[in-house]
């Protein structure tokens, strides 16, 4: 039997409903059942700008008017102001589950600075669409658009600059998930860019591998929150063996299709998701692929290269990366 209740009652027990959490990772980023999506970033966006520390360049450009899909491109203006030769040019994505984190984000767009500089290449940073607003597949479509985008060289930059025979794909985590779809795609059309990099690439499965089968108090997630994410970002899907989440499942594509010459893939020590990025590299060798693969591990948790620069290991793995991406 229902008890009457003021109009101000209800409002209360309505709010309550609404206040549920129906998702939370980490604190960083909570849903409520109302819809509503609170995002606890950890650090500010900013907007392009010349940075003098490192002389690099950027800007922001809309490339899909309809869906406001955007990309921050790096100029190592001082680099080209003393070449006569175009550089290589480098499409990276962000990390951040597939619902944190921006192109802009201060510690993305700081590490895309120094990596340009250091590199001396174009680099493309794309701002994909995110989960929950939109759920997979949206970041992999956004994604492979912003990639057909820079090999058009429409860009200015791009087109007095970039070097388009000379393509390498890096990303960070959900960032580095997106390179191997990248790379899957590329090859189905038989094409080949030179080079994959993937930090901290996020796979995952339903059978729990090496550090994953203990809880180790350093890593910066435990188990738990790792598997309630793919099933947050991509609602389609049959689980955690979904091929795009765990490409060594059965059935998956089969990694001897990847469309480029030479793949790194890079994990912290103290990474929960560390030994998917190891089983990723030994199968990539095994499945027979005619390319080289380097896999480097490092000290440190997910996401350690982001406290470029001022710590040592950050700076390594920068110049691991920027060697494996010079080498002839
Ligand atoms: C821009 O986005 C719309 C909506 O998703 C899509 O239909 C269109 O193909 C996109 N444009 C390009 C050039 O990919
Ligand atoms: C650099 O990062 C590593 C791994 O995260 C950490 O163990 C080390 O203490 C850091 N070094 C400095 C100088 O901050």
Redesign the pocket.
Known sequence: MRLAMSSNDTDTAASVAEDDIIFDLISMIIVYRSGRVERFEPTEFVPPSFDSATGVDSKDVVI?S??S?SVRLYLPASAVAKTDYKLPVLVFFHGGGFCLHRASSLHYHNYLNHLTAKAKFISISVDYRLAPEHPLPVAY?DSW?AF?WVISGRDDWLLRYGDLGKVFIAGDSAGANIVHDLGLRLGRLGKKVEGLVMMNPYFWGNEKIGVELKERSESMFKVSDVEKVWPFICPGTTGNDDPRLNPMAEGAPSLLGLGCHRVLVGVGDKDLLLDRGRLYSEKLKESGWAGEVEFVKVEGDHGFFLAYPGNETAEAFMDRVVSFCNKD
Do not use: G, V
């Open positions: 899909n309809s869906t899909l479509y658009e057909r």
